[in-house]
């Protein structure tokens, strides 16, 4: 059994639980948010609590939280305050140093455009700049702000409804589709780490929208029960709509001669690498095969 360390939040100190909620929950995108004040003064930083929460109306949320070391506010929450127009800019790895270089402290006033060597091009219908060097952006007006608390900390939800959108053309993909595989993405992780949303580590899941998987319930005993299977293979099985039946079974197997020799472990490891190379069908034809063989035998 796995040894279990439970923590009562309110029983460690603002920094520890900060340092937990941030490397488990992870990797978070970053909103790098471009702001005014009233006196036409320019900000840039970055945040990862955000996300997008609707497309219709399409929200976005991110939270500039108080300072844990002197409580202070963001100089985007000041800003949003008096100007609310926010210019999300989404970062990929091109850009990744240049945006952690603006979440430097600086005084208010400063231009993190001028720090960081981004550069500011005009936004269509609001007054902050967009990041040129961005492969999306997005022109956002402030429906709400939502202060939850006023300790050091505290988060300060920002509801960003989205105006208009810009797209670098170069990330778009022939159907004219944003490519995940161009974009380059990086996401925020725990202390001083980040991750890349590479080609090499992306993985494609086929999700149950317009089907309905039969589930791991209605595999079989053995295979619910295998101990080669991993839980990532028994939801890609889960996932089918129905199993193969008897003819099915004896057609996709009809060049495999020698697996009437192989015990339950050996055919759930031969299912499993067929699983892995995606080969559905075969690794259940398998894995039914030797179900029914354990059941004939059995029966004898």
Known sequence: ???????????????????????AIAPRPICFASTVDKKGNVNLSPFSYF?????????????PARSGKNN???????????IPEVV??????DMVEQMSLTSANYEKGVNEFVKSGLTPIPSNKIRPPRVKETPVSFECTVSKIIE????????????????????NTKYLNNKGS????????VG???????????????????????????????????VKESTVLTGNNLGRLGNVEQLPNNSEIKKILNDEKNISKLDLNSNHNFAKKELEKGNINKALALLIYAENKINNSLKK
């Open 72 to 82: 202070s506010l963001k100089h985007t929450h000041e800003n949003i305050k008096e």
């Open 1 to 23: 059994m796995n040894n279990i360390k439970t923590i009562d939040p309110s029983d460690i100190t603002q920094q520890e639980l900060h340092a937990y909620l941030l490397s």
């Open 51 to 63: 996300n997008v929460f609707s497309s219709n109306p399409p929200m976005m949320i991110f939270s």
């Open 88 to 93: 999300i800019n989404i970062v990929n790895y």
């Open 178 to 185: 944003l490519d995940t595989t161009l974009l380059d993405l």
């Open 188 to 222: 925020r992780m725990g202390e001083n780490w980040y991750i890349r949303a590479t080609k090499e580590s992306l993985f494609e899941i086929t999700k149950p929208i317009k089907s309905k998987g039969i589930g791991v319930d209605n595999l079989p005993e053995s």
């Open 148 to 167: 939850l608390g006023d300790g050091p900390g505290a988060g300060n939800l920002i509801l960003a409804k989205v105006e208009l959108i810009h797209v």
